[in-house]
C-alpha cells in the first residue's frame, strides 16, 4: 500500500460529524450581518506579500514570524496567504473604487493563516468572520458596531460567557507623544526588560505593553498610559463612544494597555474575551483604523472593523453545550424487488419538490438491513416500497421517532402524511 499523506499540522480537517455546527453557526451569522447591513465580499486569499507588511506592521507579530510567504516562481512575485482579512477588503476597495461617493458596510468570512504553534484555539488555518465600516467617523458606527457582536452573543447564548474590553490608541500625534515617554520608562527597566521588549523597545514599544510575560507585568503596569496624552478630540471621541455602549446596556471594562497585535490601528479599539477557553481567550477583536485606506493607496477615508475567530467562538458553543444536534433528513426510502428503484426515485422526487429532504437506500440489500440504514440516518420516517406498493401503486409509512403505528397509503398521499412527521 502506498503511503498515506496527511493534512499539514495545525491545518484540520472539518468532517461530517461536526460540520453541521459549523454551518449552523454560519447561518447565524449570515441572518446577523444581513440584520445590520453588511455586504458580502470575496477576495483572493493569497495576496502580494508588500500589501500585509504595509498594513500589518514590520514589528508585529503576524509579519515578523507567522506569515505564509513564498515566492511565485514563475514571475519572481512576493506572494502569502492572508493571514488577516482587513488588508485584503481595503485592497479591494481601493483597487475597485468602492468608497466613490459612497460608505460601505462590507462583511468577509474564511480561512486566514499563520504561522503559529498549534494548541487548543490557535491553528495556523483558522477561520474569521469580519466586518469592515468604511467612511465613517463614529463614533455612532464604533459603538453599533460594538453593539452588534453584543447582539451576535445574545443570539448565540453566549451573553453570559464573554466581556467586552476597550482603549483608545489616541491619533498619530498622541501616539508620537507618547511613545517619547514610554520609551523614556522602559529605558529605566532595560534590566528586566526581555529579548522581545528589548527588540521592540524603538520599533515598537507600544507593543512592549502588550507582552504576556509575567515578570513584566507590574513594570507594564506603571508605563505612561496612552490616554493621559489623548487631545481634546480623542477624548470627546472616546467619551461619546463609550456612552452610547453604556447607554445600550452594553457592560464594559476599560484596559489602557490594550493595544492589539496590528499596527493600523486608532482611536477606538476592543476585544470580546472569555476566560472559558484558557489562554486563548479573545474571541472578537477589532478597532479604528482611520489612516489605512489612504496607505494602502485610496484616499483618506476612516474605517472600523473586527475580526472574530470562529474556531474559538464554536470552542466556546460546545464548551456551553449550545450546539445543535446533527440535522437530519425528513424520510429514508426503503426499497426492494421488481420496478422498486425507479418507482422510489419518482416518490423521492416529489417530496423533495414539495419541500422535503429524502434519502434513497441505493443498490441491493435485505429490507432488515435497510431498515437498520434508516434507523441510522435519522430520518423521521422510512418509507417502505417492495413489488407489492409497486403494483397497488402505495407506501408504507413508518415513523422511525415517534411511537406510532405504520400505516400504508396510496402515493398520491405520501407527500401530506410525511409532512406531519417532518424533521424541523
Ligand atoms: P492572539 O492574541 O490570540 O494571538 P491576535 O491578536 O493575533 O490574537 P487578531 O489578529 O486580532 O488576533 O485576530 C482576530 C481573532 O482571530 C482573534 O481574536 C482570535 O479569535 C482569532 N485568531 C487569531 N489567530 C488565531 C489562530 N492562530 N487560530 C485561531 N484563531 C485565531
Ligand atoms: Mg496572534
Known sequence: MAQKIQAIRGMNDVLPAESH???????????????????????????????????????????????????????????????EGTAGTLRAVVEHNLLYNTTQKLWYMGPMFRHERPQKGRYRQFHQIGVEALGMNGPDIDAEIVAMTAELWRRLGLAGSVRLEINTLGNKDER??????????????????????????????????????????????????????????????????????????????????????????????????????????TVCAGGRYDGLIEQLGGKPAPGIGFGMGMERVLLLLAEKGLLPQRRTVD????????????????????????????????????????????????????LIIGENEVSAGQVVVKPLRAEQAQETVAAANVVATVSRFKAE
Open 21 to 83: 455546527q459549523w454551518e449552523y453557526f454560519e447561518t447565524v451569522l449570515r441572518g446577523w450581518l444581513h440584520d445590520y447591513g453588511y455586504q458580502n465580499i470575496r477576495t483572493p486569499i493569497v495576496e502580494s506579500t508588500p500589501l500585509f507588511v504595509r498594513s500589518i506592521g514590520e514589528v508585529t507579530d503576524i509579519v515578523e514570524k507567522e506569515m505564509y510567504s513564498f515566492t511565485d516562481g514563475l514571475n519572481n512575485e512576493p506572494l502569502t496567504l492572508r493571514p
Open 176 to 281: 508620537a507623544a507618547h511613545r517619547e515617554a514610554l520609551i523614556k520608562y522602559l529605558e529605566g527597566h532595560l534590566d528586566i526588560l526581555d529579548e522581545d521588549g528589548k527588540r521592540r523597545l524603538y520599533s515598537n514599544p507600544l507593543r512592549v505593553l502588550d507582552t504576556k510575560n509575567p515578570a513584566l507585568q507590574e513594570m507594564a503596569n506603571g508605563a505612561p498610559r496612552l490616554i493621559d496624552y489623548l487631545g481634546e478630540e480623542s477624548r470627546r471621541h472616546y467619551e461619546g463612544w463609550k456612552s452610547l455602549i453604556a447607554a445600550l446596556g452594553i457592560e464594559y471594562v476599560e484596559n489602557p494597555r490594550l493595544v492589539r497585535g496590528l499596527d493600523y490601528y486608532n482611536q477606538s479599539v476592543f476585544e470580546w474575551v472569555t476566560t472559558e477557553l484558557g489562554s486563548q481567550g
Open 331 to 382: 424520510a429514508f426510502i426503503v426499497n426492494q424487488g421488481e420496478g422498486a428503484a425507479a418507482y422510489a426515485m419518482q416518490l423521492a422526487q416529489q417530496l423533495r419538490q414539495a419541500g422535503m429532504s429524502v434519502v434513497q437506500h441505493m443498490g441491493d440489500a435485505s429490507f432488515k438491513s435497510q431498515m437498520k440504514k434508516a434507523d441510522g440516518s435519522g430520518a423521521a420516517v422510512a
